[in-house]
């Protein structure tokens, strides 16, 4: 994350679209702000299971979700990063359409 010398610039983004999570959980991980709430858990997991599943195929995506996302089974939890028709998608919260589909088939 580039050390707490970047924590300057990374203060100046957190407010940006796409990068926002990213640059508030770094300025939680060096202890100058506060916790990630759960829609930036959310954006980063959805993000961390697509790379995961564009690197290391669907097997390491399922684990990435399975200890990122909070949930009772593996179907609730794909529910967070895959809203079902019920709970549709929100841009703010989910990033990239092509992930979620990817994600969806995974869960079926």
């Not at 924590?7 to 991980?29: C, D, L, N, Q, S």
């Not at 949930?71 to 990033?95: H, I, T």
Request: glycine fraction near 8%; hydrophobic fraction near 40%; aromatic fraction near 8%.
């Amino acid at each position: 994350m580039l050390g707490s010398c970047a924590i300057p610039a990374w203060r100046e983004f957190t407010a940006a679209p796409h990068v926002g999570p990213h640059a508030r959980y770094a300025v939680y991980a060096w202890d100058q702000g506060p916790e990630p709430d759960e829609k930036d858990i959310q954006w980063l997991a959805t993000e961390s299971a697509a790379a995961a599943l564009d690197a290391k195929g669907p097997g390491e995506a399922l684990c990435v979700v399975w200890e990122s996302v909070r949930g009772e089974d593996l179907a609730g939890r794909l529910a967070v990063v895959y809203p079902s028709e019920e709970n549709p998608q929100e841009p703010e919260k989910f990033n990239l359409t092509e992930v979620n589909r990817k994600l969806a088939k995974l869960g079926r």
